[in-house]
């Protein structure tokens, strides 16, 4: 929850006044700014974090003029407070800048210097250069620019779908787009997996970046957390526009979303993780090195991403140091990970191994998450587990031999960690989740060993 805080700067001006001071802080975000609104001391309540509003006894014209310019600014005081806490509301969290808070009370306070004129809304770019400009200007990791760029060439095949439907030259244009464009770029998105086959011209126009090569696939099925999850980066991109001055309109703003459906995470055991690495795969040499480098995972709890980039130089003092790169560009915080005597031995075994320098012989993604499934199969770790299906929103009961990936070893890390501590910032230290992440929420349903040991309690 965004919180704000009021105070009075120390120093007062030429008139005897102190200015009322705002510090906002949500998670990781913690920033400050002046309000240009300055009042006598006398009348600040530090307790209340409010301007105190005298009630003379004598109302003179003196005490009047204070008891109006008192009033006037405690308005002032607490529409700027409101539109601080909408505008963060309807932001994406994930795209808040570092002068955010300064950029509100100054546009505020000085909403003159944001007013487009014709001679800018003459001189606007297209929708898509101001896509690039946008990305240009923001420090996304690469994972992160990726997602925006598959935004971007929905987008393309949007813009032509449209044209092509409409019979005409349909362009996108940033203050002509709507809520009902939005909802319709909704539908788009959803069902843009029947699409292809009557319009695969628009998928060979604008292919999908498989690896480092673009590639013509068939969509797939979007559920809505995915959906969600593409709107987050176009209403920052809107927000951006905005905010520059690119769009006086805001598409977002009667359009109602649907909450993300998350179900309870799954996870192996300790005891499971001990099996899959004690399982005999000698027969199977290039599946054993995958199953190593699964556990390995399992136990400094990594995101993949990560995994694949850490070489011997990420060593350092019997831990994993690294700055995940999910998180980066937002807190460039190490994450320092000890090494377990299963995790050294695992390093040892490989060691100097791959000629990239990397500290584990790694495989392609795709086929690493091909790899586990098998080694679960071996491993004879195939109990069922409740899932979501992302795209009916329905829950499924699978096999987890079927549903394994290398994402299961990074919950298999924070599960167990978490089932023992029950502490987010602590788990949260090790698996480099930021402050306040909300996947430790779906970490505290009580398991079924739990649930038996809270029973035992009762004989």
């Given amino acids: 929850m965004a919180t704000i805080y009021l105070s009075l700067s120390t120093k007062a001006d030429s008139n005897k006044q102190q200015e009322i001071l705002i510090r906002f802080s949500h998670?990781?975000?913690n920033q400050r700014g002046k309000t240009n609104l300055f009042i006598p001391a006398e009348y600040w309540d530090d307790k209340a974090q409010q301007?105190?509003?005298?009630?003379?006894?004598?109302?003179?014209?003196?005490?009047?003029?204070?008891?109006?310019?008192?009033?006037?600014?405690?308005?002032?005081?607490?529409?700027?407070?409101?539109?601080?806490?909408?505008?963060?509301?309807?932001?994406?969290?994930n795209s808040i800048e570092p002068d955010w808070l300064k950029f509100i009370i100054d546009k505020f306070n000085f909403p003159e210097k944001y007013i487009i004129t014709n001679t800018e809304l003459n001189t606007k770019l297209s929708f898509f250069d101001a896509f690039d400009e946008f990305l240009q200007k923001r420090k996304l990791s690469d994972v992160r620019e990726k997602n925006y760029m598959v935004l971007c060439r929905a987008l393309q095949r949007y813009e032509m779908l449209v044209g092509i439907k409409e019979k005409r030259a349909y362009k996108l244009e940033l203050d002509n787009i709507t809520s009902d464009t939005i909802e319709d770029?909704?539908?788009?998105?959803?069902?843009e997996h029947t699409l292809y086959d009557k319009?695969?011209?628009?998928?060979?126009?604008?292919?999908?970046?498989?690896?480092?090569?673009?590639?013509?696939?068939?969509?797939?099925?979007?559920?809505?957390?995915?959906?969600?999850?593409?709107?987050?980066?176009?209403?920052?991109?809107?927000?951006?526009?905005?905010?520059n001055n690119k769009m006086t309109n805001k598409p977002f703003k009667n359009y109602e979303s649907k909450p993300d459906v998350f179900g309870t995470p799954y996870y192996i055991t300790i005891d499971e993780r001990n099996t899959i690495y004690n399982t005999?795969?000698?027969?199977?040499?290039?599946?054993?090195?995958?199953?190593?480098?699964?556990?390995?995972?399992?136990?400094?709890?990594?995101?993949?991403?990560?995994?694949?980039?850490?070489?011997?130089?990420h060593i350092i003092r019997g831990a994993i140091e690294y700055v995940p790169r999910k998180t980066k560009d937002e807190r460039p915080i190490p994450v320092r990970v000890p090494l377990t005597e299963t995790a050294k031995e695992i390093l040892n075994r490989y060691n100097g191994n791959d000629p990239e320098g990397r500290?584990?012989?790694?495989?392609?993604?795709?086929?690493?998450?091909?790899?586990?499934?098998?080694?679960?199969?071996?491993?004879?770790?195939?109990?069922?587990?409740t899932i979501i299906n992302p795209t009916t929103r329905e829950e499924?009961?699978?096999?987890?031999?079927?549903?394994?990936?290398?994402?299961?070893?990074?919950?298999?890390?924070?599960?167990?960690?978490?089932?023992?501590?029950?502490?987010?910032?602590?788990?949260?230290?090790?698996?480099?989740?930021?402050?306040?992440?909300?996947?430790?929420?779906?970490?505290?349903?009580?398991?079924?060993?739990?649930?038996?040991e809270l029973v035992k309690m009762l004989e």
Wanted: aromatic share 10%; glycine share 4%; proline share 4%.
């Fill in 199 to 243: 319009f695969q011209s628009l998928y060979d126009k604008f292919p999908a970046i498989v690896g480092t090569n673009r590639k013509t696939v068939k969509p797939q099925p979007r559920g809505q957390n995915t959906i969600n999850a593409l709107f987050n980066k176009l209403r920052a991109f809107f927000n951006w526009c905005y905010d």
């Fill in 359 to 385: 500290i584990l012989p790694f495989i392609s993604e795709q086929k690493y998450n091909k790899a586990i499934k098998k080694i679960f199969t071996l491993a004879d770790i195939t109990r069922i587990v």
């Fill in 27 to 29: 998670g990781r975000i």
């Fill in 185 to 191: 770029f909704e539908s788009f998105l959803r069902n």
């Fill in 396 to 452: 499924e009961k699978r096999p987890i031999n079927k549903v394994a990936s290398s994402h299961l070893a990074r919950r298999a890390f924070v599960g167990n960690l978490y089932k023992q501590v029950k502490d987010p910032n602590l788990v949260g230290a090790l698996s480099g989740h930021k402050e306040g992440s909300k996947a430790f929420a779906r970490y505290r349903d009580i398991d079924e060993e739990m649930k038996n």
């Fill in 280 to 313: 005999d795969l000698s027969h199977q040499p290039q599946l054993a090195i995958q199953r190593d480098i699964f556990v390995f995972q399992c136990l400094i709890g990594c995101r993949v991403s990560d995994l694949y980039r850490m070489k011997n130089e």
């Fill in 51 to 93: 301007i105190i509003i005298p009630n003379f006894r004598l109302m003179n014209e003196e005490n009047k003029q204070i008891k109006t310019y008192l009033t006037s600014h405690s308005e002032k005081l607490n529409t700027l407070i409101s539109i601080i806490q909408t505008t963060f509301n309807n932001a994406d969290k």
